[in-house]
């Protein structure tokens, strides 16, 4: 089982990527808040990876960070949630964000994830309530240690945007324009996520 790569970003779009390791391409299945942190193509990148395999397939599933990692097996333990569901909740919420919804049964916010419904979430809830207790305590205790400025958070988002190859005087309109109409503040993940939408109309 490979359980981590590190060699080349050869390639890159919002949901995969393609790494290359010593002449082989590693064909990586990511959630968008992985894809938020790559580098350049052509820099050198370190993954976590979990390989889900089927009678079908072998996939390979990455995350930048471990606890992300961990927290998409944690969501794959969850009666009735595979690895799609799985991605595209940590695509839609933050760990952080999620554990939050999930310790305090927000139905709500977690079937604001698409093709997230009703049942999925109370089984979510039903079954992970206890088990993310230490990523809601962890998350409290870096908050007062990590840089949450809305500026940065919005430069990090036009980077990004600037990288999928629009314009950076249109990028940046967007994202200002995203970011105002909110009656709250947006996660990174989010606020890309919002751009993207309006930039692909």
């Known amino acids: ?76 333990g969850v009666t009735g949630v595979g690895p799609k569901v799985a991605l595209g909740l940590l695509s839609g919420l933050s760990v952080s964000d999620l554990a939050g ?33 230490p990523y809601i305590e962890a998350d409290r205790h870096s908050a007062g240690e990590h840089d949450r400025d809305e500026d940065r958070l919005q430069r990090d988002v036009l980077s990004a945007l600037t990288n999928l190859g629009y314009q950076r005087q249109a990028a940046r309109e967007v994202v200002r324009q995203v970011w105002g109409g909110q009656s709250q503040p947006l996660s990174v993940e989010r606020l890309l996520k919002e751009s993207l939408k309006v930039l692909s109309k």
């Open 1 to 76: 089982m490979i359980a981590a790569l590190t060699g080349t970003l050869t390639d890159k779009l919002p949901n995969r990527l393609t790494v290359s390791v010593q002449g082989v391409g590693y064909d990586v299945i990511v959630p968008l808040s992985t894809f938020y942190y790559l580098p350049d193509l052509g820099s050198t990148v370190s993954l976590q990876i979990h390989t889900h395999v089927r009678e079908d397939a072998i996939q390979l599933y990455g995350f930048t960070s471990r606890p992300e990692k961990e927290f998409f097996l944690l969501l794959l």
């Open 101 to 133: 919804a999930i310790g305090r049964g927000d139905l709500v916010k977690i079937t604001s994830v698409p093709g997230v419904g009703q049942k999925t979430a109370a089984r979510l809830v039903l079954e992970l309530k206890e088990k993310v207790l």
